[in-house]
């Protein structure tokens, strides 16, 4: 599919507060896999990559409640991912599937109380 010189081709990165990030840097590691990259211009900006897509995270004094809002993560190995999370000790909320198209989903929290949706579907269309 071509793209339109006004569309775009996908999200780069996406950018949240964090109290602390040697907390954030070491929580999205562990979670995620998540690698801290260096940033090329004098930034205090946090700035990690899974080489697929990109999170950075703008250091603040006081953080402010973000729920509802919220970003999703997709998952390859439902089970797995889930097992991981107990395994690293990141409670998650119950899981629900979706009658529509069968996904799965439920929701962690990082350190600073940002709402993470982790999402896995079984037949998801290549």
């Given at each position: 599919?071509?793209?339109?010189?006004?569309?775009p081709?996908?999200?780069?990165?996406?950018?949240?507060?964090?109290?602390?990030?040697?907390?954030?840097?070491?929580?999205?590691?562990?979670?995620?896999?998540?690698?801290?990259?260096?940033?090329?211009?004098?930034?205090?900006?946090?700035?990690?990559?899974?080489?697929?897509?990109?999170?950075?995270?703008?250091?603040v004094?006081?953080m402010?409640?973000?729920?509802?809002?919220?970003?999703?993560?997709?998952?390859?190995?439902?089970?797995?991912?889930?097992?991981?999370?107990?395994?690293?000790?990141?409670?998650?909320?119950?899981?629900?599937?979706?009658?529509?198209?069968?996904?799965?989903?439920?929701?962690?929290?990082?350190?600073?109380?940002?709402?993470?949706?982790?999402?896995?579907?079984?037949?998801?269309?290549?």
């Amino acid at each position: 599919m071509e793209l339109k010189a006004n569309e775009p081709k996908y999200i780069h990165h996406v950018n949240f507060p964090t109290t602390d990030p040697e907390r954030t840097k070491e929580w999205y590691g562990k979670v995620f896999g998540l690698k801290a990259i260096p940033a090329k211009s004098n930034t205090r900006v946090l700035l990690m990559t899974r080489g697929n897509f990109d999170l950075h995270f703008t250091p603040v004094e006081e953080m402010d409640r973000m729920a509802p809002y919220h970003f999703a993560v997709e998952v390859e190995d439902w089970e797995g991912f889930l097992a991981h999370l107990k395994e690293i000790g990141v409670r998650h909320t119950r899981p629900n599937e979706r009658p529509e198209n069968r996904s799965k989903f439920c929701y962690i929290h990082d350190p600073d109380h940002t709402m993470i949706e982790i999402v896995y579907h079984s037949k998801r269309p290549a």
